[in-house]
C-alpha cells in the first residue's frame, strides 16, 4: 500500500479516487475517524 509523503501524525489518510473504491468501505473509515477525533458534544448531536 503506498503511503502519501503528507500522512502527518494526526493519522490523515489518502484515497486514490482514480481507482475502483469500496464506497461503503471508505465511509465506514471516514465515519470512524472522525468520531474518534470530534468533540464529545458534537457526537451527541449526530444520529449515528
Known amino acids: ?23 461503503d468501505e471508505l465511509v465506514g473509515v471516514i465515519q470512524e475517524a472522525y468520531l474518534t477525533k470530534a468533540p464529545k458534544k458534537l457526537i451527541a448531536t449526530l444520529k449515528v
Not at 503511503?3 to 473504491?21: F, Q
Open 1 to 23: 500500500m503506498e503511503r502519501p509523503a503528507y500522512v502527518g501524525h494526526l493519522g490523515w489518510i489518502g484515497v486514490r479516487l482514480d481507482r475502483d473504491a469500496a464506497w
